[in-house]
Every structure is written in structure tokens, then in C-alpha cells.
T-cell receptor, first 112, second 119 residues
Framework: NAGVTQTPKFQVLKTGQSMTLQCAQD?????MSWYRQDPGMGLRLIHY???????DQGEVPNGYNVSRSTTEDFPLRLLSAAPSQTSVYFC???????????FGNGTRLTVT | AQKITQTQPGMFVQEKEAVTLDCTYD???????LFWYKQPSSGEMIFLIY??????QNATEGRYSLNFQKARKSANLVISASQLGDSAMYFC????????????????FGKGTKLTVNP
């Protein structure tokens, strides 16, 4: 039982490159989300989804796209990477209710 | 305006003593949930404790308890009998919404408190 799996663990991009951060869960959770963590800023919500086919923006959505074609997967796409997107990215999943989120182990992204 | 405020960037406590980490929140939604997470230096996010807005009693989980004061909008985490392994970042978070698909389900985090347990 893998829980929440994020890939890759580390990534270095050049400015302007695009990439997709993968998030997969096997807990049949309706709710999936992406956060970024920057020093002194806590975790900030990028995008979230309450079910397949439904996505919405969080606090810092600019520069990122998401889609939710299946319950299991919620990829985060960086269309044109910028140094400001250097961060640690977490995928988190949960039930659509006041239940705790389960986090992946994070992806450390550096944009040069 | 910040929805979750953690006013203590860093806290120090002696091993075996209790420590309280402060958290205040701001919401007009009557239905919400409050969470505490621990992030050790290895980076993973570990769920510690949850308090629902309608819960009558303060939540407890082992050495963790949540001092929930609804009128003051505070949800402080109390760690009893601190251990060296408790040294970590601690995040308070709030989820608003009614739990139905299509509702506003967003977990908002505070900026965290770094706890150091001294031997």
C-alpha cells in the first residue's frame, strides 16, 4: 500500500523549461491538492481537486496547471519554469470532509 | 489577512517538560477543522491531531492535546513530556467548508513554529 507517491524526488530545470510533477494515490481519496513550501512561508496551496474532472485554484496558482482525469492521479504542470518556482512541492490527499490530509514525501525543484 | 497565525517562529523546551505552541485562526464559516502537523528535518509532513469546530471536547492523541478555545479562535497544541524527537517544525492548519463535493475545501497553513527540545 503505497499511499501518496510523488515523482520525481528532485528536479533541476532551466528557466523556460516545462515539466510535470506526478502525484498518485491508492487510498481512493476524493480530495487531492498541491502545495509549495518556501522558507518562512509555510505551505501554500497551488491547486486542488475535490474529484475527477473538478479542479480549482488555491492561493498561488499562477504558472501552474493541473488536471484530474482519474481519482488516482493529479499531475502538476509547470508550463515555463521560473526561478521563483524553486521550492519544495507536496501533494496531499484526503476525504472530502474534515479529515486529515495525507502527504507525499515532496519534490524538491530548483530552477536555474 | 492571514487565516492562520502562528506567532512563535521558534520555541525551546527542556526534555520532559510540557510546551504549548500557539495558533489563532480567522474564519466566518461555522464548519471548519483545525489540524496540527509535524515536519521533522527529514521533510515529511506528519499529521498529529485534529479538532472539529463542533467538537465539544478538546482533542487528545497520546502526548498531544489541542487547547481549543472557540470564542477566542485559538487552537494551541500542547505537547506533554517533551522528547528529543519532538524537535521539528510544527504547522497549524485550517480547513473550511461543509465537506460536500464542490464545496470550498482548502487547507490553509500557518507559517510554522520551530520547536527545539534541549536535553
Amino acid at each position: 500500500n503505497a499511499g501518496v507517491t510523488q515523482t520525481p524526488k528532485f528536479q533541476v530545470l532551466k528557466t523556460g523549461q516545462s515539466m510535470t510533477l506526478q502525484c498518485a494515490q491508492d487510498m481512493n481519496h476524493e480530495y487531492m491538492s498541491w502545495y509549495r513550501q518556501d522558507p518562512g512561508m509555510g505551505l501554500r496551496l497551488i491547486h486542488y481537486s475535490v474529484g475527477a474532472g473538478i479542479t480549482d485554484q488555491g492561493e498561488v496558482p499562477n504558472g501552474y496547471n493541473v488536471s484530474r482525469s482519474t481519482t488516482e492521479d493529479f499531475p502538476l504542470r509547470l508550463l515555463s519554469a521560473a526561478p521563483s518556482q524553486t521550492s519544495v512541492y507536496f501533494c496531499a490527499t484526503g476525504r472530502v470532509h474534515n479529515s486529515p490530509l495525507h502527504f507525499g514525501n515532496g519534490t524538491r525543484l530548483t530552477v536555474t | 489577512a492571514q487565516k492562520i497565525t502562528q506567532t512563535q517562529p521558534g520555541m525551546f523546551v527542556q526534555e520532559k517538560e510540557a510546551v504549548t505552541l500557539d495558533c489563532t485562526y480567522d474564519t466566518s464559516d461555522p464548519s471548519y477543522g483545525l489540524f496540527w502537523y509535524k515536519q521533522p528535518s527529514s521533510g515529511e509532513m506528519i499529521f498529529l491531531i485534529y479538532q472539529g469546530s463542533y467538537d465539544q471536547q478538546n482533542a487528545t492523541e497520546g502526548r498531544y492535546s489541542l487547547n481549543f478555545q472557540k470564542a477566542r479562535k485559538s487552537a494551541n497544541l500542547v505537547i506533554s513530556a517533551s522528547q528529543l524527537g519532538d524537535s521539528a517544525m510544527y504547522f497549524c492548519a485550517m480547513r473550511e467548508g461543509r465537506g460536500t463535493q464542490g464545496g470550498s475545501e482548502k487547507l490553509v497553513f500557518g507559517k510554522g513554529t520551530k520547536l527545539t527540545v534541549n536535553p
